[in-house]
């Protein structure tokens, strides 16, 4: 059975830094598109960034220069580290997944097949 669970959120404040994690199961991420996503309160869900099978990356301009993604194949897991968090990155993120290679990834959560339950980010001083 397919599965991600993110984990890393919490409560951090302005200009501070966090990791959150994405472990999948079912699948292998190395062959994967793995996508990060956020919904902040009242607002719709957006995209943030994403890795394909290759190492290709692309970012959603607002957290450009502050999170990265990043894959650790032996673990099967993705990470998005932030850093110079602000008060707006305050939301719920999600990974997702399309398991299958593809020659790029797109941050468009209607690509994604395979969805986590979301870890909570909350940066406030």
């Known amino acids: 059975q397919l599965q991600l669970v993110e984990s890393g959120g919490g409560l951090v404040q302005p200009g501070g830094s966090l990791r959150l994690s994405c472990a999948a199961s079912?699948?292998?991420?190395?062959?994967?598109?793995i996508g990060w996503f956020r919904q902040a309160p009242g607002k719709e869900r957006e995209g943030v960034l994403c890795?394909?099978?290759?190492?290709?990356?692309s970012y959603a301009d607002s957290v450009k220069g502050r999170f990265t993604i990043s894959r650790d194949n032996s673990k099967n897991t993705v990470y998005l580290q932030m850093n110079s968090l602000k008060p707006e990155d305050t939301a719920l993120y999600y990974c997702?997944?399309?398991?299958?290679?593809?020659?790029?990834?797109?941050?468009?959560?209607?690509?994604?097949?395979?969805w986590g339950q979301g870890t909570q980010v909350t940066v406030s001083s």
């Open positions: 079912g699948f292998t991420v190395s062959y994967s598109t």
């Open positions: 890795i394909n099978s290759f190492g290709s990356t």
């Open positions: 997702a997944a399309v398991p299958t290679v593809q020659a790029m990834c797109i941050i468009s959560q209607t690509s994604y097949e395979y």
